[in-house]
């Protein structure tokens, strides 16, 4: 089940990953524009609308990438912090 959790939780970074490059294109393509020219009222709000939705995925991805990390002092002492180690065993990822 640990390991269907985390083949499931990669599979959604990636379509998440898709999904940003996507965004990140059509955003591009309106900053370019929007240099070049005016962009229009709808133009703007699509650009807003995008750079929200960009955010929240990014913010996400950085959350699942954060909560799946362990940290190790140089002596390999575990220092995860404790806020962490909570969310973790909450999802049941540590045994601990």
């Excluded at 524009?33 to 955010?55: C, F, H, I, P, V």
Aim: aromatic residues 6%; glycine residues 4%.
């Amino acid at each position: 089940m640990h390991k269907f959790k985390n083949q499931l939780k990669e599979c959604q970074q990636v379509m998440a990953e898709t999904t940003m490059d996507t965004l990140l294109v059509r955003i591009n393509e309106l900053a370019h524009k929007a240099k070049e020219s005016e962009l229009t009222a709808a133009e703007k709000a699509e650009r807003a609308d995008l750079r929200q939705q960009y955010l929240k995925l990014f913010r996400e991805s950085f959350k699942s990438q954060v909560e799946m990390m362990q940290v190790y002092d140089k002596n390999g002492k575990e220092v995860t912090p404790e806020k962490v180690r909570q969310v973790q065993r909450g999802k049941g990822l540590r045994h601990d």
